[in-house]
């Protein structure tokens, strides 16, 4: 499987951004669908994932209320939509493709493939 992560840029403050993570070859609706992120000069977090269906999703406690994750199975792509941007939020998103369980969807060691990852700033 193939990742292609998109989106990213320049927002201010309690702004919005919508990233996408498309895939290509495999069979996208076998895996589940993570995000993580990665600070300047921090290490990778867990952002949030998406079970194979859809049915099931898990965040990180920082972006809950504020970030929503969906997949769309037929179209092979995963979506983060990103609401009240914070400037902590800053980051190089990478979105992952794996078969953990829902209570591991942060453990990055159990997925196979990643995206080349998309920059999002956003300023104060």
């Known amino acids: 499987v193939q990742l292609q992560a998109s989106g990213g840029g320049l927002a201010q403050a309690g702004g919005s951004l919508r990233l996408s993570c498309a895939a290509s070859?495999?069979?996208?609706?076998?895996?589940?669908i993570s995000w993580f992120r990665q600070p300047p000069g921090k290490e990778r977090e867990f952002v949030g994932g998406?079970?194979?269906?859809?049915?099931?999703?898990r965040k990180a406690d920082s972006v809950k209320g504020r970030f929503t994750i969906s997949r769309d199975n037929l179209k092979n792509t995963v979506i983060l939509q990103m609401n009240g941007l914070k400037p902590e939020d800053t980051a190089v998103y990478y979105c992952?493709?794996?078969?953990?369980?829902?209570?591991?969807?942060?453990?990055?060691?159990?997925?196979?493939?990643w995206g080349q990852g998309t920059l999002v700033t956003v300023s104060s």
């Open positions: 070859g495999g069979t996208f609706r076998s895996y589940v």
């Open positions: 992952a493709a794996g078969r953990p369980i829902l209570g591991a969807y942060d453990q990055a060691g159990l997925y196979y493939y």
């Open positions: 998406i079970s194979r269906e859809g049915a099931s999703t």
